[in-house]
């Protein structure tokens, strides 16, 4: 029993996997507007209004068809943590969340999307699990039923330890903050009456819905 | 009516401003606006900044003008009072301050029209949205490593009533580095307004009390070292100094 709750600011990265940048592709890195691969760790920012909890039904914003799902891990800050080191990184966590973070589609990483990561409800998130070891846990995202994606969180660019310490760099994270520790590039989509199921082994479960679209 | 948020004598304050302008305690304590400790003005729930929200600016940044809200979000870290310590790392090369008004949210509102949106305003404050740029990369740009880094979002010191404000789209905005008057414009200069700014972020999401946006800057960035003393002022609404720090200054322990 863990408890520690997410209480604070929630931060995504994205590009934090090997098969999303090979996605990406080095050419696109490369060229404009990137102009060059990511140097520090590319962060997002979900705000309070994004959270919703297991079980919940999300609405789509105004417009919008599809959401991508990226399924993810978070670790959950247990104390305000600022310069750690690879060594003390992970006594910061208090636990561990399942995550959908929703995006409306968007292809390009160029400019902040608020309107995409932000709506209300676009972070379903689990309750807060023990720390389990991270190097090679499958997190497997079924949408009505079938499985559309298993990512092994082996495939990370930084693993949670080496996130932590180039984050808390110039930025303290804070008691019930969340780092999720990335989503796959264009990762899977539901649309409106999808049931989504997000699961990883020792982790548990976080079901959710899409609700509708707003006309 | 002007509200601030110290920290005097074991314990956090909410203030007001008194007519001679010194700080006044509830219990009736008068005390000079140097000798406190401020806070933020309210403590941040949400917080929005706009890239490029001055055709000036996105002009000396060789920008087109965006055709949406180029907005982004910060998180608490990066929130500090009035007569606070910024620091500028060792190897930064540009670090440039932003003068901007803050408008503070006071109603909880979704898909507020543009005629309502002026309704969901609490009032106003200064925010002092410094970047460093040397960290700027092409991903979410401006990028978290530019924008919110702890400490770099000097707010403050007073939250002034909406009612106080009646024409917030008429206000000039000036900077001074150590005295000297390095960027001036004016809030009409804004390309999305406060109003259009409250429409087009509850189109997709709920803004509640305590939210804040920071409007953006006009142009006349500088860089600024340590020991430099920068005042950001918005007409009508206060002025907020921050002084920066170098790493060996920011990073010595007593």
């Not at chain 1, 417009?63 to 247990?78: D, P």
């Not at chain 2, 401020?38 to 001055?54: C, E």
């Not at chain 2, 002092?128 to 010191?157: F, M, Q, S």
Request: with cysteine.
């Amino acid at each position: 029993m863990i408890k520690q709750k997410v209480s604070g600011t929630v931060y995504g990265v994205v590009l934090n996997d090997h098969a999303s940048v090979r996605k990406i592709g080095a050419d696109a890195l490369a060229a404009a507007p990137y102009k060059g691969a990511p140097k520090a760790p590319a962060m997002y920012i979900k705000p309070a209004n994004t959270r919703v909890a297991c079980g919940a039904a999300v609405n789509l914003p105004k417009g919008a068809k599809t959401v991508e799902v990226g399924a993810t891990i978070g670790l959950v800050m247990g104390r305000a943590a600022a310069r750690l080191t690879r060594a003390n990184a992970l006594d910061a966590v208090a636990g561990i969340v399942l995550a959908g973070d929703l995006s409306l589609p968007h292809d390009s990483y160029y400019r902040p999307a608020i309107r995409e990561k932000c709506f209300d409800g676009s972070l379903p998130i689990g309750s807060v699990k023990p720390l389990v070891d991270l190097s090679s846990l499958v997190i497997t995202t079924k949408i009505d039923g079938n499985v559309v994606e298993q990512r092994s969180l082996a495939d990370l660019v930084r693993d949670p330890a080496q996130l932590l310490v180039d984050v808390s760099e110039f930025m303290t994270l804070s008691q019930g903050d969340v780092l999720l520790v990335g989503v796959s590039y264009m990762a899977p989509q539901a649309g409106a009456g999808s049931q989504v199921k997000i699961s990883a082994e020792g982790v548990g479960s976080l079901q959710f819905s899409i609700a509708g679209v707003q006309a | 009516m002007k509200r601030g948020r110290i920290a005097f004598q074991g314990a956090i304050h909410e203030v007001t401003q008194a007519a001679d302008g010194r700080v006044q305690l509830a219990d009736g304590r008068l005390l000079n606006e140097a000798d406190v400790s401020w806070l933020p003005p309210v403590v941040p729930g949400a917080v929005f900044a706009l890239g490029l929200n001055y055709a000036d600016h996105a002009k000396e940044l060789a920008f087109k003008a965006p055709e949406v809200p180029l907005a982004f979000l910060k998180g608490p870290n990066t929130i500090i009072g009035h007569r606070a310590k910024t620091r500028r790392p060792a190897d930064a090369t540009y670090m440039h301050y932003e003068c901007e008004l803050a408008v503070v949210i006071g109603k909880t509102g979704y898909q507020v029209s543009k005629a309502e949106a002026m309704e969901m305003v609490a009032g106003y404050t200064v925010a002092n949205d410094y970047a460093i740029r040397d960290y700027l990369e092409n991903y979410y740009r401006p990028n978290l490593r530019v924008k919110n880094r702890d400490g770099c979002t000097p707010l403050g010191p007073w939250l002034v009533d909406a009612a106080d404000v009646p024409n917030p789209m008429a206000l000039k905005l000036t900077t001074r580095v150590n005295g000297k008057t390095t960027q001036q414009g004016t809030t009409s200069d804004m390309i999305f307004d406060i109003a259009t700014l409250i429409e087009y972020l509850t189109s997709f999401m709920t803004l509640n009390p305590g939210d804040i946006i920071l409007t953006g800057t006009p142009e006349g960035l500088a860089d600024v070292k340590a020991g430099d003393v920068i005042e950001t002022e918005v007409e009508g609404v206060c002025c907020l100094i921050n002084t920066i720090d170098d790493d060996q200054t920011y990073f010595a322990t007593v």
